[in-house]
Nanobody, 124 residues
Framework: QVQLVESGGGLVQAGGSLRLSCAAS????????MGWFRQAPGKEREFVAT???????TYTDSVQGRLTISRDNAKRTSDLQMNSLNPEDTAVYYC??????????????????WGQGTQVTVSS
């Protein structure tokens, strides 16, 4: 069984940066696709970014150029570097892993394992 734990959330002013980290335990996730989603209050969970086992990534349009997803297969981690944050980025951010590491899924149903989430709050 794979387990995911996110860290790095917090409160930041608009224009600031945060780095989220997702650590996997239990089994190697080097062959998995890794993704990040977020859920704001009163809204549905939405796709943010995904990365294949080989390092190819896809982003939702609203974060393109500001957020960067990465992974370290040896350390079994995936990070989300977030720059130029704005209040619309406020949400609980979730890390997810999908068994097909060759694709870049953007829907939650394509992922098999989820972390518990970490809160990101951006003040104006």
């Amino acid at each position: 069984q794979v387990q995911l734990v996110e860290s790095g959330g917090g409160l930041v002013q608009a224009g600031g940066s945060l780095r989220l980290s997702c650590a996997a335990s239990g089994r190697t996730v080097s062959a998995y696709a890794m993704g990040w989603f977020r859920q704001a209050p009163g809204k549905e969970r939405e796709f943010v970014a995904t990365i294949t086992w080989g390092g190819s990534s896809t982003y939702t349009d609203s974060v393109q150029g500001r957020l960067t997803i990465s992974r370290d297969n040896a350390k079994r981690t995936s990070d989300l570097q977030m720059n130029s944050l704005n209040p619309e980025d406020t949400a609980v951010y979730y890390c997810a892993a999908g068994r097909n590491g060759l694709i870049r899924p953007t829907t939650a149903a394509a992922y098999d394992v989820w972390g518990q989430g970490t809160q990101v709050t951006v003040s104006s």
